[in-house]
């Protein structure tokens, strides 16, 4: 049976990390997956989470299954960071469900969608997490995509972007990075969200919002200003969240799908139907991370600590940013200033993909594909041979 199976090409983003793994060179420099590093070039695991971890194992006594929606705790905590302490007013419409990772969330989300409209389509921005596109199509959902990303003056090309949405069907999906935006790190700005918000609303478009990096771009509440305004604007939305960067939690594939609902009804039976759903992917999802995540903001001294912590991170990122954007302006005579505006782990360098292929083979730099960088994964003391390496490339 098997072998009528094709083989399956490398995947964009972690085809980077497996081509990193096996560079010998002792100054390659790994730009490619999304994943914090710090000062030493480490993805720590956060202080509040260690202590939650050993909290959790010293109290737990049993480990029977909880249900296909996951921890409620953990659903509840999360959807009030994410739609901040008065949940919009709008707690009651709200269908929470935790699933693995954003990935997870993603897909739960858009089995609900083709559960409740088979077949819909959903749009995404150009460019996007090169994973978004396989993801929500085998749902079963057709995927499109609007006007995002200007490379040549690295801005929202927002007339045509608006002008796109205004074109698209009503019920139509629209999927946005609430923040931090995958792959470029340009973000709308909150007029601009202001005015998407306002022809979802009026278009009766359905956004679906990936939240993934709150807190990694100005800090917890401004990285979640466009799920709150949006959820003040639209009766329908569905947020995807993952813990993964924010709480350092990658492996342990912690996530929530929130939906939001047109009154208390309609989310009764959304969770009814993110419960069925689930249980037919992975029956329920696992429990550490979530449990975790719920220690950790449900304990006022870890939850502190942890948000510490995060600032810490932005912070770091966003100095990186800076440090890498006069380098590369010194180093090739060109402006960089846009990689200091722009917010979260990545940006992408005007590379074409022979030059990402020169970086990796005559410099030992890993970017994905598209020219997208971690900027992470930059450091003080390889930013200067970083950013000379790529003036050469881009000369080259
Ligand atoms: C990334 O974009 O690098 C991360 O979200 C990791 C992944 O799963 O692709």
Known sequence: MF???????????????????????????????????????????????????????????????????????????????????????????????????????????????????????????????????????????????????????NTVRFEPMLDALEQLAAGSVIVLHACCHNPTGQDLSPEQWAAVADVLARRRLLPFLDMAYQGLGEDLDRDAASIRLMAKAVPEMLVAVSCSKN????????????????????????????GRLARTLWSM??????????????????????????????????????????RLTASTGRDFAWVKQQRGMFSRLPLSAEQVVAAREQHHIYMAPDGRINIAGVSPSNVERLAESLAMVMQG
């Open 247 to 274: 709480f350092g939690l990658y492996r342990e594939r912690t996530g929530l799908i929130a939906v939001l609902n047109a009154g208390h009804e309609a989310a009764s039976l959304a969770t009814g139907q993110l």
């Open 3 to 153: 072998e009528t199976l094709t083989r399956v090409p490398v995947d964009p983003i972690l085809g980077v990390s497996a081509a990193f793994q096996k560079d010998t060179s002792e100054t390659k420099i790994d730009l490619g997956v999304g994943v914090y590093k710090d000062e030493a070039g480490k993805t720590p695991v956060p202080r509040a989470v260690k202590r939650a971890e050993q909290d959790l194992i010293a109290a737990q006594t049993s480990k029977t299954y909880l249900s296909p929606i996951g921890n409620p705790g953990f659903n509840l905590q999360v959807a009030e960071l994410t739609f901040g302490s008065d949940f919009g007013g709008r707690k009651a419409d709200l269908a929470l469900a935790q699933a693995p990772g954003g990935s997870g969330a993603l897909r739960l989300g858009a089995e609900l969608i083709n559960a409740a409209r088979p077949g819909s389509t959903v749009y995404v921005s150009d460019p996007t997490w090169a994973n978004h596109i396989p993801l929500l199509g085998s749902a079963g959902l057709k995927v499109e995509k609007y006007p995002y990303y200007d490379p040549i003056n």
């Open 285 to 326: 999802p696992p429990d550490h991370g979530a449990a975790v995540v719920d220690r950790v903001l449900s304990s006022p001294e870890l939850r502190q600590d942890w948000m510490t912590e995060l600032r810490h991170m932005a912070n770091r990122i966003n100095s990186l940013r800076t440090q890498l954007a006069d």
